[in-house]
């Protein structure tokens, strides 16, 4: 049974941390840095912590819907359902759409048997733009944070995004029509391009309101390998 928790408030966060480990290996530093930046967003337990997946806001305009991160079952206990009970309960918690990112083409094609047969293309190579670097010292100064938004994209709040940014290293750059996070390993993010440019497709929605998502150039946490 999957139960819906509330972080910072009646997270288990060392049960959480136990799970995350298990399945993904981070350190318990920056695990609890990642839930001081999502406290008050959901996450979803399955049974004492056996399963969980961290189900954060996201925003496309009007549109507004829960980005699943972080989906994993217990090595001990995988292959009985677990993820397939966590995404129903995160698609009916979502309003108009339900985000997740694939990590290779095997599970995005599990992905999309879970009802995430809408692909958006969000990647690009390293490298693909130049531009000036962007003041970030403070998110609410219109030449950054503000920005991104004005040129398009998919968005966790902003607590979340100055999260991601600083933990990937990136660093924004603009050339005054694109805005792009550029970390020495990949790009991070991506504003205002062409679909044409993407190389690859790794997010995929599950929609519950009708909507364009060939709008959707990319969005703030998907990565360039």
């Known amino acids: 049974m999957t139960e819906v928790k ?8 060392d049960k959480a941390f136990a799970l995350h480990n298990a399945c993904f290996g981070d350190h318990r530093i920056w695990f609890d840095a990642f839930l001081r930046a999502a406290e008050g967003q959901q996450y979803l337990a399955y049974g004492d912590y056996l399963g969980g997946l961290f189900l954060l806001d996201v925003s496309f305009g009007t549109y507004r819907g829960k980005y699943v991160y972080a989906l994993g079952a ?14 129903d309960v995160a698609k009916k918690l979502s309003s108009d759409f339900t985000l997740i990112c694939a990590a290779d083409a095997k599970l995005a094609a599990t992905y999309a048997k879970y009802g995430f047969d809408r692909f958006v293309g969000g990647t690009v190579p390293v490298g693909a733009m130049r531009g000036a670097q962007m003041d970030t010292s403070a998110y609410q100064t219109p030449c950054t944070y503000a920005d991104a938004v004005r040129c398009g994209g998919m968005f966790l709040n ?4 100055a999260f991601a940014l600083r933990e990937c290293g990136a660093k924004l750059y603009t050339d005054g029509e694109h805005v792009i996070a550029k970390a020495k390993d990949g790009v991070y993010a991506i504003y205002g391009m062409l679909p044409d440019t993407f190389c690859a497709k790794k997010a995929q929605m599950h929609l519950k309101t009708e909507m364009d998502t060939g709008t959707i150039f990319a969005d703030l946490i998907l990565e360039a390998e």
């Open 74 to 87: 217990h090595p001990d206990h995988r292959g009985k359902g677990i993820a397939r009970e966590l995404l």
């Open 158 to 161: 902003e607590t979340l995004f």
């Open 6 to 13: 509330t972080i910072g408030r009646d997270l288990d966060a």
